[in-house]
């Protein structure tokens, strides 16, 4: 079973930046894809970013292109989102992911662990 931990939300404004970071549980931590997603109230759970065990491919969801850097460490056993010229739209619960396979994959659905989610707010 492998343990999520998120950190590193909060409230910023808009055009600023934030950086998530999650924590694993997991020793054989580069066997795992690692994802972002987010959710808003009455939505389904959105991809956001995803990176394979090795950190060499990554993936991301259309409306963070450009804004948005996930990155991984292994000795830490830590995947990072860094978010910048945030966006209202962001707003939404963050949550990690982690997936055994080898795609960076946008398929919700695939990823087995979840963390518990933290909050991101972009005010205007």
């Known amino acids: 079973q492998v343990q999520l931990v998120e950190s590193g939300g909060g409230l910023v404004q808009a055009g600023g930046s934030l950086r998530l970071s999650c924590a694993a549980s997991?020793?054989?931590?580069?066997?795992?894809?690692m994802g972002w997603f987010r959710q808003t109230p009455g939505k389904e759970r959105e991809f956001v970013a995803a990176?394979?065990?090795?950190?060499?491919?990554?993936n991301y969801g259309d409306s963070v292109k450009g804004r948005f850097t996930i990155s991984r460490a292994n000795a830490k056993n830590t995947v990072n989102l860094q978010m910048n010229s945030l966006r209202p739209e962001d707003t939404a619960v963050y949550y990690c992911?982690?997936?055994?396979?080898?795609?960076?994959?946008?398929?919700?659905?695939?990823?087995?662990?979840w963390g518990q989610g933290i909050q991101v707010t972009v005010s205007s």
């Open positions: 997991e020793r054989t931590f580069s066997d795992y894809v």
């Open positions: 990176i394979t065990g090795s950190g060499r491919d990554t």
């Open positions: 992911a982690a997936r055994t396979g080898p795609a960076a994959t946008p398929i919700r659905n695939v990823y087995n662990y």
